[in-house]
Every structure is written in C-alpha cells, then in structure tokens.
C-alpha cells in the first residue's frame, strides 16, 4: 500500500521542489546568540532569531536551569491534573500574571497549544469569533476546533472590525482576537481602538503576545503597557519560546474563571505532558529579572531605533514597525533569496520571505534585533545591506 502513498508523496516534495518553495534547515552548532556557527565552520551574525532579549543563552537562566534539574530532576512525566504539577510550575504561573497585570495564568507546552486549547472550550454554536486576517496560524487552527461563527477582519482595519461587529451582533458572546505584533510586518495591533470598539460592541478580546511581550512597551509588557491599557484584555495568549528565553511553553492569561475553565476544559492541557522542572525554573528567574530591571527593553529600543533609521537613510524601502522586527521590501521573490545569500556571504544571517509566507509580490528580508547585538555587529550588518543594496541594484 506505501507504493502509491510514496508515489504520491515524491511528487508533492517534487512540486515543492520545481515551485522554489522547499524549506532547507540552516544547521547551527553553537548555542543560540547574536554571533552562531554554522555547520559549514563559518561564523555569522544572527538577524533571524526571536531572542530579542538575548536571554537563549542567558548565565542566570542556565543557572536556573541547572538548579531545577538538581531539584525537581529531569521530567514531570504525567499531565498537569494527575501528577505533572510542582510548586515551581504554579510560582511561573503566578509570575507571569504579575507580569502582565492578569488575575490567573495556565501553562501550556507551546502558544500553538495556547492558541489551540483557548476557544473550543469557551465558545460554542451561540457565539462569534472575530479574528485579523493576519492572525498566526495556531489562532486560526483553534478557532477551526470551535464551534463559534467566525469572521474575519482586514488587517488592523476598525472600519472593516467594525463591519464585522454589525454582522455578529447576534451572537451570545463576541471576542474579537489579534496578533500583538504582526510578525511579517512588525505592525502592532491598534489595541487602544480595538477596546473601544470593543466596549462598543460589548466583546471580548484576546491579544496573542508572543511577538510583543518582552519586547513592546517601555518595559517589555507587551501591546497592553504600549497602549496603556494593562487589565482591560480579558484573554493574553503567550510564549517563552522568544524574548523569554526561547526554550519551549506557552500560556494563557487572564480572568480568573476563564483560566479556571481552561484548567477543566482545554485538551492541550489535559492531555499533554506537563513542561520540565528546569523550564519553569528558568523561568521564573527570568521574570524575576524582568521586575528588577527594563535594561534589556532599553537596550532592544536602541538597537531597533539605530538600525532602522540607518537602513532608511540608505535608502531601503522599510514597512513602518513598532516591534523588534524590520521588513525590508524587496517585492521580488527571486531577488529576496539571492539577497539572503549574499548577505550570508557577508557573514549576516537573515531570512527572506517570499509568497505564500506573505502575499504575492510582497517578498521581503526580515530583520530581527536583538539586546545581544552590540552595535560593531549593527554596523557590520547594516554595511553588508548596502554593498549587497548596491551589487543587485536595489539601491543606487
Ligand atoms: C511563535 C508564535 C506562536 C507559537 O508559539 P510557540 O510557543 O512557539 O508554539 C503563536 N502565536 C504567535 C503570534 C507566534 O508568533
């Protein structure tokens, strides 16, 4: 029976193949920072990688780390609500809600589980969903596991969110949901107007922070500090995946009743293993640094401030961001890959992203900085863009 399967098989890689869409994995052999060996030997400097704190490889955290493995041991080895829970999971549980000014939080393996485990649970046939167009695809496959209506709006458009609001007023219960960062764009939702319209339409919202927190607002709060509107979000969605560390777990914040029915309700936490001891203790410690100090977040500002406005005096075509994250337009998806390489050449990792990762002649280069950059690295790096800028004829 494989024979056919196979067959079947060998040709959609091939079409993925001819189409220039198959994804090659880098393979890095050092840990995960500002500056990464490659397999190949070489040395490169990171501008891909979500640790936007610097923290992937932080002393503290592998401290943490290491404590909790001589504690608590290796693996949790059962479900949270059997025997997968341990004091330092309900202590990180507790830190983050005090981080983001919430009443309760549950952890989950991963934000894809987060995002998967939020809605089925919370709303059903009676009720309407309201996402951004641009939403990350763990929000959309959660909302396909509900029974809710769903509506879509134009990304941050509130004329279009509004719209929509008119078309789900009947439903019992409305959440409208949004990325905090829009992480092909670097835009930040337009949370301020969302609560608006959203105390207009009598509905719910939910912010997915992952892109956001650590890294938006003058302490890395996430798009509630940056709009000032820290307890008015009934439902954060998070991951320690990024700024936080970048190892592995996810969350959900909010309303003490929600997190309560998700602790009953939601099957990515009741059927999947509980995260490991030296995960939470890592990242406790790293909320604990969070509270004792922002320098991180300053440091983030600066380079993102440095960086951008240089490559917008070059002359490069940049999407306006408010995040850690710079898209360089390109528009070709050809020419995005071809500058990649060239850039590698130069010692810069970056990727470029090309259709259907964004929309059809949206190619693009994303920069992603980080408070491990030190500025020779920001330098070099923007150096590289310009001499590449100029070989290709992207820039004059
Ligand atoms: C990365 C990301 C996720 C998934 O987070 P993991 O913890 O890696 O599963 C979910 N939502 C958004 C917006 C993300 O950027």
Same mark, same amino acid.
């Not at 041991?73 to 059997?82: A, K």
């Not at 439902?235 to 777990?249: M, Q, S, V």
């Not at 330098?379 to 590289?384: E, K, L, Q, S």
């Given at each position: 029976? @494989?024979?056919?399967?196979?067959?079947? *098989?060998?040709? /959609? *890689?091939?079409?993925?193949?001819?189409?220039?869409?198959?994804?090659?994995?880098?393979?890095? #052999?050092?840990?995960?920072?500002?500056?990464?060996?490659? /397999?190949?030997?070489?040395?490169?400097?990171?501008?891909?990688?979500?640790?936007?704190?610097?923290?992937?490889?932080?002393?503290?955290?592998?401290?943490?780390?290491?404590?909790?493995?001589? %504690?608590?041991?290796?693996?949790?080895?059962?479900?949270?609500?059997?025997?997968?829970?341990?004091d330092l999971h309900k202590e990180l549980e507790r830190k983050i809600a005090e981080f983001f000014g919430t009443e309760d939080t549950i952890l989950y393996a991963a934000c894809f589980d987060a995002n998967g485990g939020v809605f089925e649970p919370l709303f059903s046939e009676a009720d309407a969903i309201i996402s951004d167009s641009l939403n990350h695809a763990s929000i959309i496959d959660g909302?396909?596991?509900? =029974?809710?209506?769903?509506? +879509? @709006?134009?990304?941050?458009?509130?004329? $279009?969110?509004?719209?929509?609001?008119?078309?789900?007023?009947?439903?019992?219960?409305?959440?409208?949901?949004?990325?905090?960062?829009?992480?092909? $764009?670097?835009?930040?939702?337009?949370?301020?107007?969302?609560?608006?319209?959203?105390?207009?339409?009598?509905?719910?919202?939910?912010?997915?922070?992952?892109?956001?927190?650590?890294?938006?607002?003058?302490?890395?709060?996430?798009?509630?500090? =940056?709009?000032?509107?820290?307890? /008015?979000?009934?439902i954060i969605t998070g991951t320690l995946g990024k700024a936080f560390g970048g190892a592995i777990g996810g969350f959900t914040t909010g309303r003490k009743e929600i997190i309560e029915l998700l602790r009953q309700r939601s099957r990515p936490y009741l059927f999947s293993n509980a995260i490991p001891p030296s995960v939470a203790g890592a990242g406790i410690r790293m909320f604990e640094m969070m509270?004792?100090? %922002?320098?991180?977040?300053?440091?983030?500002?600066?380079?993102?401030?440095?960086?951008?406005?240089?490559?917008?005096?070059?002359?490069?075509?940049?999407?306006?961001?408010?995040? &850690? #994250?710079?898209?360089?337009?390109?528009?070709? &998806?050809?020419?995005?890959?071809?500058?990649? %390489? =060239? *850039?590698?050449?130069?010692?810069?990792?970056?990727?470029?992203?090309? @259709?259907? !990762? !964004?929309?059809?002649?949206?190619?693009? #280069? +994303?920069?992603?900085?980080?408070?491990?950059?030190?500025? /020779?690295?920001?330098?070099?790096?923007?150096?590289?863009?310009?001499?590449?800028?100029?070989?290709?004829? !992207?820039? =004059?």
């Amino acid at each position: 029976m @494989y024979g056919k399967l196979r067959e079947h *098989l060998q040709n /959609e *890689l091939s079409q993925i193949r001819e189409a220039g869409l198959y994804k090659n994995e880098r393979v890095i #052999i050092s840990s995960q920072d500002a500056v990464i060996r490659l /397999e190949s030997g070489v040395t490169v400097l990171n501008f891909c990688a979500n640790n936007y704190l610097g923290l992937s490889n932080h002393p503290d955290l592998i401290d943490a780390a290491k404590s909790a493995l001589d %504690s608590h041991g290796f693996g949790m080895s059962s479900v949270r609500f059997i025997c997968g829970t341990s004091d330092l999971h309900k202590e990180l549980e507790r830190k983050i809600a005090e981080f983001f000014g919430t009443e309760d939080t549950i952890l989950y393996a991963a934000c894809f589980d987060a995002n998967g485990g939020v809605f089925e649970p919370l709303f059903s046939e009676a009720d309407a969903i309201i996402s951004d167009s641009l939403n990350h695809a763990s929000i959309i496959d959660g909302v396909r596991l509900s =029974k809710a209506s769903r509506f +879509r @709006y134009n990304n941050a458009d509130m004329n $279009d969110l509004e719209l929509q609001l008119r078309k789900a007023e009947d439903a019992r219960f409305r959440i409208i949901v949004t990325d905090g960062v829009f992480s092909m $764009d670097g835009n930040v939702a337009p949370l301020d107007e969302i609560i608006r319209l959203a105390n207009k339409y009598d509905a719910l919202v939910m912010v997915d922070e992952c892109h956001s927190a650590g890294v938006v607002g003058a302490t890395g709060r996430g798009v509630t500090e =940056k709009f000032n509107v820290r307890g /008015e979000v009934d439902i954060i969605t998070g991951t320690l995946g990024k700024a936080f560390g970048g190892a592995i777990g996810g969350f959900t914040t909010g309303r003490k009743e929600i997190i309560e029915l998700l602790r009953q309700r939601s099957r990515p936490y009741l059927f999947s293993n509980a995260i490991p001891p030296s995960v939470a203790g890592a990242g406790i410690r790293m909320f604990e640094m969070m509270a004792e100090t %922002s320098e991180l977040q300053t440091r983030l500002h600066q380079n993102t401030e440095y960086f951008v406005s240089r490559i917008r005096e070059a002359g490069f075509d940049i999407k306006p961001t408010k995040s &850690a #994250i710079c898209a360089v337009m390109l528009y070709d &998806a050809k020419l995005s890959q071809e500058f990649a %390489s =060239k *850039l590698l050449e130069e010692g810069i990792y970056v990727t470029g992203f090309y @259709y259907p !990762v !964004v929309p059809q002649g949206q190619a693009r #280069i +994303r920069v992603q900085l980080s408070a491990a950059h030190k500025t /020779e690295h920001l330098d070099t790096a923007i150096a590289a863009f310009i001499k590449t800028g100029k070989e290709l004829g !992207v820039l =004059k």
